[in-house]
């Protein structure tokens, strides 16, 4: 079965550390989405983008993260400089174009900010 | 705006049948039904569309009523695998972007 794959599975850094997380969406799938679990929360969507262009970032805090698909088998998000209060679990999600259709999401990264 | 799901948890035991409710203040055209283990990413169900057509699981069974703008998942004769956190998400304005329900719990004892 195609996967989606994140990577790290786990990230544990200080405060004020850079974090990359890195995605492959499923060969084929066409739309790509950011979201963020904690238990507070729940499962927010943080941005997602659509034949690798960015149509949505408006859940992701613009002064510290941001989001790129350099090709379509990659996207990146990026935090910069990272706090306690972004440990989360960050899940990207793949899928085809339109409301209709089911997102498949990766493992996620448990990430832990001291 | 999020949907809303009941209840936040329940627990069965092996063969019982349980109901997840997912309401939303807004206008639905379909919804989203996901399932998540514990440690683990949330896996797709199902899809209702306004219409009633159906698009998912073979085991697990949903209604979707437009006028009340809530959809519910029905598990019958529940198995041990089924525990999980059951998620809806509704798309905003009829895009990709699901909004997601906090969630209910699931726990299905032998």
């Known amino acids: 079965d195609a996967r989606v794959t994140q990577t790290p599975r786990h990230k544990v850094t200080e405060m004020g550390q850079e974090v990359t997380m890195r995605c492959q969406p499923i060969l084929g799938h066409n739309t790509v989405f950011w979201y963020r679990q904690t238990m507070m929360q729940g499962l927010e969507l943080l941005a997602y983008?659509?034949?690798?262009?960015?149509?949505?970032d408006s859940g992701m805090p613009k002064d510290r993260f941001s989001a790129e698909m350099p090709d379509a088998t990659l996207a990146t998000l990026k935090i910069q400089p990272s706090e306690p209060r972004d440990s989360a679990v960050y899940f990207c999600?793949?899928?085809?174009?339109?409301?209709?259709?089911?997102?498949?999401f990766g493992d996620g990264t448990r990430l832990s900010i001291l | 705006q999020q949907p809303v799901q009941s209840p936040q948890a329940v627990i069965l035991r092996e063969g019982e049948d349980a109901v997840i409710n997912c309401s939303s203040s807004?206008?639905?055209?379909?919804v989203h039904w996901y399932r998540q283990k514990h440690g683990e990413a949330p896996v797709f169900l199902m899809i209702l569309l306004k219409g009633g057509e159906q698009k998912g699981h073979e085991k697990i069974s949903a209604s979707f009523n437009e006028k009340k703008q809530q959809s519910s998942l029905y598990l019958t004769a529940s198995q041990l695998s089924y525990s999980g956190t059951y998620f809806c998400g509704t798309p905003r304005g009829g895009s990709e972007k699901l909004v997601f329900g906090k969630g209910t719990k699931l726990t299905v004892n032998p």
């Open positions: 983008f659509r034949n690798r262009a960015p149509l949505d």
């Open positions: 807004k206008a639905l055209y379909s």
């Open positions: 999600a793949s899928g085809l174009w339109g409301s209709n259709q089911p997102q498949h």
